[in-house]
């Protein structure tokens, strides 16, 4: 079974720090929801934004959100996705999740899935928030081929599609500008993971995460 990592990604609640802020605020009320319990959108709070650290990385759940409606379109039936966040959060996604298209719908699932850390649907549970570090979770998988995609890396993609017939473990950085973190880079060196590169250039999340589906559905699925 493929698997698919998304590190860091940009998808937080409102960070208590900012919670007072009038972008915040106004934006709160205009939804009728608590400040603490809303998704942190650059594109509506970058006012606030600009005294949390690491902001650059951090505010963008529409990139996510499109990674996961690829995913979750593709033709490869058998697959385990998880979500680490920004703030260390994992959440596991059922590939029979149908996820809202509208950006909007999207992101108020994820203040639910938040708030109620599961979310289910005639008792089928469509995702939920495990209690695991990302350390324990890329260590589970230490019989697979780990892969992490990465500008720099020394593999190509010619490697990564030799990986296909083995279902590898895929981790794609999901946030909006910068390198991964020391600890995520540490973390990868740990487990021998590949450093694969798509080429010398910056590649979105949602282009690398189609990139990989071709390859795998290449490979493994039967289109016809
Ligand atoms: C850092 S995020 C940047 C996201 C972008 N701003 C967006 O809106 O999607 C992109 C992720 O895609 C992968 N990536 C980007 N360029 C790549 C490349 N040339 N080769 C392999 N993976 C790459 C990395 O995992 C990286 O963390």
Partial sequence: MLTFVFLETALELIPKEISKHPAVVKDARRRKKNPSKIILDDSKHHPAMKKIKDRKKRGRPDIIHYCLLSLLDSK????????????????????????????????????????????????????????????????????????????????????????????PVICIGCFPHGNFSNDILQLMNDVNADFVSLGDKPLTSLYVTNRVVCLYENARVQTY
Avoid: C, Q
């Fill in 76 to 167: 490869i039936n058998e697959m385990e996705i998880f979500v680490h966040t920004v703030n260390n959060n994992i959440i596991w996604i059922n590939r029979k999740t149908r996820l809202p298209r509208n950006y909007n719908r999207f992101v108020g699932l994820m203040e639910d899935l938040f708030d109620k850390r599961v979310i289910k649907a005639e008792n089928e549970i469509l995702m939920e928030i495990k209690d695991i570090p990302i350390s324990s979770l890329i260590s589970s998988f230490s019989n697979k081929n780990i892969v992490l995609m990465i500008e720099s890396g020394d593999k190509d993609e010619k490697h990564l599609r030799n990986l296909m017939k083995e279902d």
